[in-house]
């Protein structure tokens, strides 16, 4: 089992940043890649950026490359997400995920077991 608890979601204006956090426990967090996941309302849940277990790649969604950066640190077993120059379009509720199988690029939601509860970002024009 693994328990994941995003934070550092809220509420700011266009063009802002926010930095969310994931804090994991239960299995060994430095052995599984990493994801960030967004769902706004209406919509599917869609990636946004993955981490390997080393930390050493990453990739990012069209959308959100350039903007976002995916971090981790496994001495705290935590996973970050970096958000800068935010758009209203960003609004969403953010879940972090550990990838059990497929490759870091591979962007299917059902490559990632555990989920967190998310962390809701709202970003006003």
């Known amino acids: 089992q693994v328990q994941l608890v995003e934070s550092g979601g809220g509420l700011v204006q266009a063009g802002d940043s926010l930095r969310l956090s994931c804090a994991a426990s239960?299995?060994?967090?430095?052995?599984?890649?990493m994801g960030w996941f967004r769902q706004a309302p209406g919509k599917e849940r869609e990636f946004v950026a993955a981490i390997t277990w080393s930390g050493g790649s990453t990739y990012y969604a069209d959308s959100v490359k350039g903007r976002f950066t995916i971090s981790r640190d496994n001495a705290k077993n935590t996973v970050y997400l970096q958000m800068n120059s935010l758009k209203p379009e960003d609004t969403a509720v953010y879940y972090c995920?550990?990838?059990?199988?497929?490759?870091?690029?591979?962007?299917?939601?059902?490559?990632?077991?555990?989920w967190g509860q998310g962390t809701q970002v709202t970003v006003s024009s």
């Open positions: 995920a550990v990838r059990f199988r497929g490759s870091y690029t591979d962007t299917d939601l059902n490559n990632y077991y555990y």
């Open positions: 239960g299995r060994t967090f430095s052995n599984y890649g």
